[in-house]
């Protein structure tokens, strides 16, 4: 919802996999068939983006949706949808840089953005469901590169980068969807650490662990986290505290501490927790959480999408409901209690 309409995507928007991979999320948690079949339905009208390669964000838009799909039914026919998403995700891997391309035909010559970094999720899938190394490869590449362009030394990240696409040289700098080139846009450092925690997950690598807990440490020690474990938008906003809060960063965020938690020894585990269960009881709360038939039927309130182009602010987000679900899932199923 933006500006009180309800907007509607196609397939190949990166949004488009949320709504279907939530519908299968209720549909496992309620075991009601209703929602099972909505879900199927959802999802199968994903399918076209499989071959589109004009994007990056196909581990969105496919993990998210067929990918749920999969774990809950293990129908061959959503694994093909999947491994075929990944051969077209594997075309926009440049080598010489050593990262998949973000976006295409705007002011940049090679643009990688720290979102980037969810989308290797799909290529890990494809890695361990068919032993081929080059899935493996192009996301250990991706990876290692992100660490070393896209962080600064205090454990925040930068949004995108941009690349000589004929050398690997970086080009530049910058937070294009935060508020300057030197803040923590939210979501982005949510991003980030979403995606290491999930990479040590696929791969055991130790690098990518200390890199989730760099960032997970920057998070929850920064002193502009509010009490209840909300980000605002930007960590480096100019006018807080009037500065609208992102569920969606913190829903992410929440869904990667639980995980994080299953992955360290138990001191950093329980600091991890707290805060993650602080974040789920704040946005289950009727600080963020809906009211039934409100809100355009979306779960969460306050989001933010895109401040600096006035896009999605304090609106609800369909990735927020996604993360949530997600987050509450891994809460219930005890992740990180151990």
Not at 80 to 91: D, I, M
Not at 234 to 252: N, T
Request: aromatic share 12%.
């Amino acid at each position: 919802v933006d500006k009180g309409g309800l907007v509607l995507v196609g397939p190949r928007d990166w949004t488009s996999g949320f709504f279907p991979g939530s519908l299968w999320r209720i549909a496992e948690h309620t075991g009601d068939a209703q929602w099972r079949k909505a879900a199927a339905d959802l999802t199968a009208r994903v399918e076209p983006a499989k071959t589109y390669g004009g994007t990056h964000d196909l581990g969105f838009i496919l993990y998210c949706s067929y990918g749920q799909a999969y774990r809950l039914t293990a129908d061959p026919a959503y694994r093909e949808v999947l491994l075929t998403g990944a051969r077209t995700l594997c075309t926009r891997f440049n080598p010489k840089v050593g990262m998949i391309r973000s976006w295409d035909g705007r002011p940049w010559s090679y643009p990688v953005i720290i979102d980037n970094m969810m989308n290797l999720e799909l290529l890990m899938f494809a890695h361990a469901q068919t032993r081929e190394a080059s899935f493996k490869e192009i996301a250990v590449r991706h990876a290692n590169k992100t660490i070393e362009n896209h962080f600064r030394p205090d454990g925040s990240s930068f949004h995108v980068v941009d690349f000589d696409p004929n050398t690997g040289a970086v080009l530049k700098r910058q937070t294009h969807q935060g508020f300057s080139d030197s803040s923590a846009w939210a979501r982005g450092q949510s991003w980030g650490l979403y995606g290491f925690t999930m990479m040590y997950r696929f791969t055991q690598d130790p690098a990518y662990l200390a890199q989730a807990r760099k960032v997970a440490d920057f998070l929850i020690g920064h002193p502009r986290l509010p009490e209840d474990k909300i980000p605002y938008w930007d960590f480096d906003a100019p006018d807080m505290p009037r500065e609208p809060r992102d569920a969606s960063a913190g829903a992410v965020m929440c869904s990667a501490l639980f995980e994080l938690a299953g992955q360290v020894e138990a001191e950093s585990a329980s600091r991890y927790l707290a805060v993650a269960r602080q974040q789920i009881r704040s946005l289950a709360s009727p600080a963020y959480r809906a009211p039934l038939d409100g809100n355009g039927h979306f779960l969460l309130m306050h989001s933010v999408g895109h401040k600096g182009r006035g896009v999605e602010v304090d609106a609800p987000l369909v990735y927020a409901d996604y993360y949530f679900l997600e987050a509450m899932a891994r809460c219930k199923a005890g992740l990180g209690a151990g």
